[in-house]
């Protein structure tokens, strides 16, 4: 299942440039992962400063 970023997030982009496939891109108002492309590494959840994103 593939991570998902909540409300919390503040778009700093730590995770985007962390992401091994480039599943992150930047929403209207916070990042958002692409289910499709995610290999649920755990990358970006270990990199969110603010711990907005989890295994949906």
Known sequence: MAYV???E????GACEAE???NAISEGD???VID???C??????AATCPNGAISEG
């Open 5 to 7: 970023i909540s409300d």
């Open 9 to 12: 997030c503040v778009s700093c």
């Open 19 to 21: 992401c091994p496939v």
């Open 29 to 31: 108002d916070k990042y």
């Open 35 to 37: 289910a499709d492309t």
């Open 39 to 44: 290999i649920d590494c755990g990358t970006c």
